[in-house]
């Protein structure tokens, strides 16, 4: 199972970006998925989640400006940000709880894309 993130960039303050996370390999299903972000230094810190139901959870701090979807049929998962802020400058990582065939659950994670916000 592979989790390719993509969409990063470099963005002036106030502008958007889409994030796509795309899971591929022999997948029964995939339960929670979310978006988090890591500064060098810090520790990673959670985004943004959403179920396989579709509940949502965000960091007061993307509140009202990042939205977080996926395309279950496409095993796919999406974080929109808007009004994008200079501290929301980072490198994005995207996780899934995968069901493989025959098996329990696992933890996966993408490989991160960047995003810098920046005038």
């Known amino acids: 199972v592979q989790l390719q993130a993509s969409g990063g960039g470099l963005v002036q303050p106030g502008g958007s970006l889409r994030l796509p996370c795309a899971a591929s390999?022999?997948?029964?299903?995939?339960?929670?998925m979310g978006w988090y972000r890591q500064v060098p230094g810090e520790q990673r810190e959670l985004v943004a989640a959403?179920?396989?139901?579709?509940?949502?959870t965000y960091a007061d701090s993307v509140k009202g400006r990042f939205t977080i979807s996926r395309d279950n049929a496409k095993n796919t998962l999406y974080l929109q940000m808007n009004s994008l802020k200079p501290e929301d400058t980072a490198l994005y990582y995207c996780?899934?709880?995968?069901?493989?065939?025959?098996?329990?659950?696992?933890?996966?994670w993408g490989q991160g894309t960047q995003v810098t916000v920046s005038s």
């Open positions: 996780n899934a709880g995968v069901r493989l065939p025959g098996t329990g659950e696992y933890a996966y």
């Open positions: 959403i179920s396989r139901g579709g509940s949502r």
């Open positions: 390999g022999r997948i029964f299903s995939i339960n929670g």
